[in-house]
């Protein structure tokens, strides 16, 4: 192509049909890898952007990244619709768990929901025979798996599966239905810990206003004003799952009330001096007993962070809390956080000896001891997200 520039006059009068033929096929063929390049590029920046952050979406769009690539070694028209579904055990319901084309948003949906009625009939039949199918509309591969989960290629569009090419479709959807089950189990596994996690705190917090709804409550509040705080830069020097950290370890809070009679903790009238110490004791008693853990098995970011918390979130702004008067930003972050989430929770929720205040009136007390009590960052946090966590809370009884 640089041989015959079109500012070269010899070789432009030596142009023939010829050669300005192959060179514009030359041209379309480099357009053409271009093309091939900048589709690997995209499935690509799906999975690294997957990979950064694991959560459920994450998830989808790491699967996804994945199809793309399959769907670029297949030659997949970008108008084509390339889906990868499987069929769920529990309630047989036929599940999209990966999509190429303008159906992102259905992603864990169900097939309805992007497919004709031919198109979900087809599925169905491929699923209870177990083989593929192909027509003028679409082909279905069936992908066989070790475990008996029932997995099936869609390749909506004139584009059909070849002979030679079902090795490779094998191959690829066995790694993306592994990469699936993984985060799976992922997401899995984090979801038991936290009602573990909410479970041990509800049975060592001795109180039976103490609910494990409660404790979960100010966990996400915990999470919601760490959220804002990173998102408004004052979290740069935090670990990037801080949030999600400060969520479980916020709900350790008060593991030290056990060994408190219940007969004190829920006691109607003024405790006693003894009584009132003894209540106090319960920072020192839950970092004590997280520490005692930490001394004795391998244990992860939240019980570390959970010490802060159970020893610190009595701490006071101006120094006046307690066990150890620490004043500003002396206190730990994490401290902190709790201390206005956890603060916020009590004041809207009934206890023996009140009623529960309102939103608003809750909501202006912590105000009003902003500065003396509370960290003022992380009360203007809490004002921030409150609104939306109320939104998704479940209700009180």
């Known amino acids: 192509m640089l041989k015959y520039h079109i500012n070269d006059y010899k070789s432009k009068a030596e142009l023939t049909a010829d050669k300005l033929f192959t060179s514009l096929v030359s041209a379309f063929r480099s357009f053409e890898d271009f093309q091939t390049i900048e589709s690997n590029r995209a499935g690509l920046a799906k999975m690294l952007d997957a990979a950064s952050n694991m959560d459920f979406r994450s998830q989808n769009l790491f699967v996804s990244g994945l199809l793309m690539q399959l769907g670029t ?109 993984n985060f799976e189990f992922v997401e899995q596994s984090r979801l038991d810990q936290y009602a573990e996690i909410a479970l041990l ?8 206003f103490l609910t494990i709804p409660y404790i979960a409550g100010y966990g996400r509040l915990s999470r919601d004003i760490a959220q804002d705080m990173r998102e408004k830069g004052a979290l740069r020097m935090t670990y990037s799952r801080y ?41 020192e008693r839950g970092e004590r007993t997280l520490r005692d853990v930490f001394a004795t098995v391998a244990v ?24 150890s008067g620490l004043k500003g930003m002396n ?52 004002v921030a997200v409150i609104d939306g966590f109320r939104q998704r809370a479940p209700s009180r009884s």
């Open 73 to 181: 070694l297949l030659d997949v028209g970008k108008d084509d619709l390339l889906l990868l579904i499987r069929r769920r055990n529990e309630d047989g319901q036929d599940v999209v768990m990966a999509a190429v084309g303008n159906c992102d948003p259905v992603i864990g949906g169900k097939v309805e929901q992007v497919l004709d009625a031919e198109g979900v009939r087809q599925i169905a039949k491929a699923f209870s025979s177990r083989a593929s199918y192909a027509d003028d509309k679409r082909s279905i591969f069936m992908v066989p798996l070790p475990d008996l989960i029932d997995v099936a290629v869609y390749i909506g569009g004139p584009r059909k599966i070849k002979d030679t090419e079902l090795p490779l479709i094998d191959k690829f959807c066995k790694k993306i239905v592994l990469a699936y089950q």
């Open 243 to 283: 949030p999600e950290l400060i969520e479980r370890a916020a709900m350790f809070a008060d593991i030290g009330n056990d060994g408190i009679p219940s007969s004190i903790l829920e006691k109607p009238a003024e405790l006693s001096p003894d009584e009132r110490t003894l209540l106090r004791s319960h920072p």
């Open 331 to 382: 206190i730990p972050l994490s401290g902190r956080i709790v201390a206005v989430a956890n603060s916020y929770t009590a004041l809207v929720s009934r206890r023996p000896w009140r009623a529960a205040f309102t939103h608003e009136q809750a909501l202006a007390m912590i105000r009003q001891d902003s500065g003396s009590v509370f960290d003022p960052k992380v009360v203007d946090s809490l």
């Open 201 to 208: 705190a509800k049975v060592t917090g001795r109180a039976d």
């Open 300 to 323: 992860g970011r939240v019980i570390g962070l959970a010490r802060e918390v159970a020893l610190t979130h009595h701490e006071r702004f101006d120094g006046k809390g307690y066990p």
